[in-house]
Nanobody
Framework: QVQLAESGGGLVQAGASLRLSCAAS????????MGWFRQAPGKEREFVSA????????YYADSVKGRFTMSRDNAKNTVYLQMNSLKPEDTAVYYC????????????????????WGQGTQVTVSS
């Protein structure tokens, strides 16, 4: 089993920045691809970003490309999501996910591709 714990959410104004963290524990040697997803009220959970174990491959949704940056520190079993130039439409609960599979870009974007999920952290961006 792998446990994931997100932190760093909050309430900010449009244009501000936040950095989310996701700390993994448990059988962390099984972690390979890490992803961030988000879910706004009344909407389906959607892909935000993903990163491979080496960090060489990162993938982003078009809606966040150029504003969000995902990174990982394998020594700390932690991944980060740096979110800049936040917009009200970024408001959502952000979830961290992991899976032992080395995924392609297409597969990494799928909610069903991930085995483990965190509880989520709320990000609210006011206009």
């Amino acid at each position: 089993q792998v446990q994931l714990a997100e932190s760093g959410g909050g309430l900010v104004q449009a244009g501000a920045s936040l950095r989310l963290s996701c700390a993994a524990s448990g059988r962390t040697f099984r972690i390979y691809t890490m992803g961030w997803f988000r879910q706004a009220p009344g909407k389906e959970r959607e892909f935000v970003s993903a990163i491979s174990w080496s960090g060489r491959n990162t993938y982003y949704a078009d809606s966040v490309k150029g504003r969000f940056t995902m990174s990982r520190d394998n020594a700390k079993n932690t991944v980060y999501l740096q979110m800049n130039s936040l917009k009200p439409e970024d408001t959502a609960v952000y979830y961290c996910a992991s899976d032992p599979e080395d995924m392609t870009s297409a597969r990494a974007r799928g909610v069903m591709s991930y085995h483990y999920w965190g509880q989520g952290t709320q990000v609210t961006v006011s206009s």
